[in-house]
């Protein structure tokens, strides 16, 4: 049985979030996703190679067809895929990377929104300096931040950074926080990312 996952059209991240909820679920079979542009479809090559599943690629006309089948490892990996993970995020901006601060803020947005379809979730989000603006109304990642603590993600924001941006009163998720209490998280995590 074969799987398919039309992605056409669809941007960066979204080809390969949507391939993973399928693969995800794949006992036996294949699946193949079809994407209009390299970059989507080496991101597809990448995810499955990852999960150690065979790829083979064909090209129709302009869209590429990227057919994955579970390889002898592609079990083993999903399962350990599958554990908790003891993981903390750091915010210190509201952008993502350096240089253009439009595409900055398009990054960030898109990062988000992969939390939220990436399971495991992490164990904690740590807003501090001019990332607590992520946390307030208006914020373009608010929902998906919103979402994630539902699904019970801690969510700490540095209230000094609040008060400094005089943001306090627009703080419409997680929890007001001090140093002491997002430096005793973030280095009690086992994994620990900076952005």
């Given at each position: 049985m074969?799987?398919?996952?039309d992605?056409?059209?669809?941007?960066?991240?979204?080809?390969?979030?949507?391939?993973k909820k399928v693969?995800?679920?794949?006992t036996?079979?294949s699946?193949t996703t079809?994407?209009?542009?390299?970059?989507?479809?080496?991101?597809?090559i990448?995810?499955?190679k990852?999960?150690?599943?065979d790829?083979?690629?064909?090209?129709?006309?302009?869209?590429?067809?990227?057919?994955?089948?579970?390889?002898?490892a592609?079990?083993?990996i999903?399962?350990e895929?599958?554990?908790?993970?003891?993981?903390?995020?750091?915010?210190?901006s509201d952008?993502?990377g350096e240089?253009?601060?439009?595409?900055?803020?398009?990054?960030?947005?898109?990062?988000?929104?992969?939390?939220?379809?990436y399971?495991p979730?992490?164990?904690?989000?740590?807003?501090?300096?001019?990332g607590?603006?992520l946390?307030?109304?208006?914020?373009?990642?608010?929902?998906?931040l919103?979402?994630l603590e539902?699904?019970?993600?801690?969510?700490l924001?540095?209230g000094?950074?609040?008060?400094?941006?005089?943001l306090?009163?627009?703080?419409?998720?997680?929890?007001?926080?001090?140093?002491?209490?997002?430096?005793?998280a973030?280095?009690?995590s086992k994994?620990?990312?900076?952005?």
């Open positions: 074969n799987k398919q996952v992605a056409r059209g669809l941007s960066c991240p979204k080809p390969v979030i949507e391939t693969l995800d679920q794949l036996e079979g699946i079809i994407v209009d542009n390299e970059v989507a479809m080496q991101n597809v990448k995810l499955a990852s999960l150690h599943f790829v083979v690629i064909k090209e129709v006309e302009k869209d590429f067809y990227v057919q994955m089948s579970k390889g002898e592609g079990e083993e999903l399962c895929i599958d554990q908790e993970r003891d993981l903390a995020i750091l915010f210190g952008t993502l240089g253009s601060e439009e595409l900055g803020k398009i990054l960030m947005k898109g990062y988000v929104y992969t939390l939220t379809e399971t979730y992490p164990k904690t989000l740590l807003f501090m300096n001019s607590v603006k946390t307030t109304e208006g914020s373009e990642v608010l929902g998906y919103k979402q539902s699904e019970g993600v801690e969510v924001v540095c000094t950074c609040l008060d400094y941006f005089h306090k009163d627009k703080r419409a998720v997680g929890s007001v926080s001090n140093m002491y209490a997002i430096v005793d973030f280095h009690g994994n620990r990312v900076t952005l």
